[in-house]
């Protein structure tokens, strides 16, 4: 049996209307291979990503900016910090508008 690409099964799943929240450290496939993709696909090409990394080390950063993430954001220990900053990003997000068709 053919195991799937799982590339092709977050297509399947992906829902334009959301954003994603994008682990870099990921099983089968690093995060920006993912986000590489993503952005590699038309119908993707809107679609906000978040970066989700535990590493606080610039050239990831810069490198998940150069492949087309909208933000980056760094996973801290304590759940009480990520959830805040999580509610903050989400509360930036709303500010967000899209583009004009």
């Known amino acids: 049996m053919r195991r799937k690409n ?3 099964q977050a297509k399947n799943s ?3 209307s959301a954003k994603l929240k994008l682990d870099l450290q ?3 496939v690093s995060g920006l291979e993912v986000l590489k993709w993503i952005r590699e696909q038309s119908e993707f090409t809107l679609l906000p990503v978040v970066i989700l990394s535990s590493s606080d080390q610039a050239p990831d950063a810069r490198r998940a900016y150069e492949l087309g993430a909208n933000s980056y954001l760094i996973k801290s220990g304590n759940f009480e910090e990520l959830a805040q ?3 903050r990003l989400g ?3 709303l500010l967000v508008k899209e ?3």
């Open 85 to 87: 900053r999580a509610r």
């Open 26 to 28: 990921m099983p089968r």
């Open 6 to 8: 799982p590339l092709a």
């Open 99 to 101: 583009p004009a068709s």
């Open 14 to 16: 992906l829902n334009c």
């Open 91 to 93: 509360a930036s997000w």
